[in-house]
């Protein structure tokens, strides 16, 4: 009784297993897609494509950390002491990209040559 | 091993894990999130000096290549194979981890080596990638290849971080072959048939699916992006 059903176990998870693969799969071949899709008609426009590739990125990462890696499985403080960390990501990430784009806009306009953006002339406060 | 999660255990009072894995386990867990901030921090400073350059080569024309197709404009399909052999590979390994669960030595053994020659095929594919690259001009300090804008490269940053992030998950997949391989021979010498746990494995397991979890970033951020 109790080897049948550890049994049904074992096959119901060897299910998991694959269905957490076919969707890994299936993600990418859109992601693929999309980009052949983007590369012949240009659409859809290059931030759309990419916010599209970022989302379905952090698709697979969730379902190869939750299944593969088995922590969905695991109890929360578990769960909690290694994705807790990984919120440092969200500053690392806007914080570091932000100040490369601000790099490039001070390049650009300190270049030499660039001209200097004339500035509206402040009204002198009257002292009389 | 006591496992289980009662209401009623005082967690931190000892003689069992709060976390309900073994020490094992749960360092792994550690070095990987040491590793994935590592593999963040390069993979951001690659970010960094993307947004900070004005121009960048166009991804779908640099990687377009597949062997034995000459000139053939292929562009993703040679890294969507590498993508699947590596995917593919971890299916395997987990399939291992969940046969050692049922002290299925026979069954761990086959899908061990299956994962050892998905990895070894994945570096196969890298090898060839990069010898390619390297054929058409492009390495550490070399950019051959003109930015999206059609204006000439002005620095190396593509070549250089596009050989550094691949080549250090090249050396961890390269590392995990190993340590795989390691585990395998102790499958085959029935180490864990004698320990009465097939743990081992899980933990080189965790391992390889990180390695595949890096790959998912490094896919995307290089040639998606």
């Keep these: ?128 | 091993m006591d496992n289980a999660v009662t209401a009623k255990k005082k967690w931190w009072n000892g003689g069992y894990s709060p976390f309900s894995v073994s020490y094992g386990k749960l360092m792994m867990w550690y070095f990987l999130i040491s590793d994935a901030f590592t593999f963040g921090a390069l993979l951001i400073s690659y970010g960094t000096q993307r947004f900070m350059a004005e121009a960048w080569p166009d991804p779908n024309v640099v990687f377009h290549s597949f062997p034995f197709m000459g000139h053939t404009n292929l562009p993703l399909v040679f890294v969507s194979l590498m993508t699947f052999i590596l995917i593919m590979s971890s299916v395997t390994m987990v399939l291992a981890v969940h046969a050692g669960k049922y002290m299925d030595r026979q069954g761990v053994t086959k899908w061990l080596v299956l994962t050892i020659v998905g990895g070894l095929m994945f570096l196969g594919c890298q090898a060839w990638e990069w010898t390619h690259l390297h054929e058409v001009g492009a390495w550490w300090g070399r950019n051959p290849f003109p930015n999206a804008d059609g204006s000439a490269a002005i620095s190396t940053n593509f070549t250089d971080f596009f050989f550094t992030i691949t080549g250090f998950h090249g050396l961890h997949v390269t590392s995990g072959v190993i340590l795989n391989i390691i585990v395998l021979i102790n499958v085959l010498k029935g180490t864990y048939e004698h320990r009465g746990h097939y743990e081992m494995v899980e933990k080189v397991g965790l391992y390889w699916h990180f390695v595949d979890l890096v790959w998912v970033f490094v896919f995307t951020c290089f040639y998606l992006l």
């Design chain 1, 1 to 128: 009784m109790a080897h049948t059903h550890s049994a049904h176990d074992k096959d119901a998870q060897v299910k998991v297993i694959w269905k957490t693969f076919w969707i890994l799969l299936g993600i990418t071949i859109v992601e693929v897609g999309m980009a052949f899709v983007h590369l012949y008609t240009g659409f859809p426009s290059k931030l759309w494509l990419n916010s599209l590739f970022i989302l379905l990125t952090l698709f697979k990462a969730f379902y190869i950390v939750a299944e593969f890696m088995h922590l969905r499985h695991e109890i929360k403080n578990l769960i909690m002491t290694v994705l807790m960390p990984l919120m440092l990501f969200i500053w690392f990430i806007i914080a570091f990209l932000a100040d490369g784009d601000s790099w490039k806009n001070m390049r650009k306009d300190l270049s030499p040559g660039t001209p200097v953006k004339k500035e509206a002339p402040v009204a002198a406060p009257a002292h009389h």
